[in-house]
């Protein structure tokens, strides 16, 4: 399988801070997906994004297919931000996708 | 959001029990899948299907079986449930041109 790494595994903001999360990936993937899990445990799409950049309000992401990695950036931070973000990538559209052990965020007021 | 649909969303058995979780979807998506998520582990497929009756392994099918007689419909069945798959278990859709994939709202499982 593809190994997915993230980094940082916890991280802790103060309110309006920014931040910038990593996922690495060991082989060419097609598919890239972001993913919130908010403290309910729903998961959340954020971004489908195999290469390219796209933003969405505060939030925007960044994959370089080629470096094999992808970042998630959170600017302005809110509690509501808190929960866990998986990054999940796949060769092959059908094919499983492989997740981050993802990187846990606490947004403190 | 996605119309996915995961029964039961907790349930508790016994060990050595049967039990089937049912993932049910309203999109006519041809792919699903089944997740498990274990803390340290992140997400780990269990089995998946490419359409009605094709299904395949994942990475930890080991204990699981499944089940897909209708497009909507995507069954995980324990045979005989042990206290290692303790565990949530999501259920995941996509479309045949879409890649991105969409996920049901978790079924947290305890076997004691």
């Known amino acids: 399988g593809i190994q997915v790494e993230q980094s940082p595994p916890d991280l802790i903001l103060q309110e309006g801070a920014n931040s910038t999360l990593r996922c690495n990936f060991s082989d060419s993937v097609n598919n890239l997906q972001w993913f919130h899990q908010n403290p309910w445990g729903q998961l959340i799409n954020l971004f489908y994004i195999p290469s390219g950049t796209k933003q969405n309000g505060r939030l925007s992401a960044t994959t370089v297919a080629t470096e094999r990695y992808s970042l998630l950036y959170i600017s302005s931070s809110q509690t509501t931000d808190s929960g866990v973000y998986f990054c999940?990538?796949?060769?092959?559209?059908?094919?499983?996708?492989?997740f981050g052990t993802g990187t846990s965020l606490t947004v403190i007021p | 959001d996605a119309g996915i649909t995961q029964s039961p969303r907790h349930k508790v058995t016994e060990t050595g029990t049967p039990v089937t979780l049912r993932c049910h979807q309203t999109e006519n998506h041809r792919y699903m899948y089944w997740y498990r998520q274990d803390p340290g582990h992140g997400l780990r497929l269990i089995h998946y299907?490419?359409?009605?009756?094709?299904?395949d392994k994942g990475e930890v099918s080991d204990g699981y079986s499944v089940s897909r007689s209708k497009t909507e419909d995507f069954l995980l069945t324990l045979e005989s449930a042990t206290s290692s798959q303790t565990s949530v278990y999501f259920c995941a859709i996509r479309g045949d041109s879409i890649a991105e994939a969409f996920f049901g709202q978790g079924t947290r499982l305890t076997v004691v």
């Open positions: 999940a990538v796949e060769r092959n559209t059908g094919n499983q996708f492989y």
């Open positions: 299907s490419y359409g009605v009756k094709d299904t």
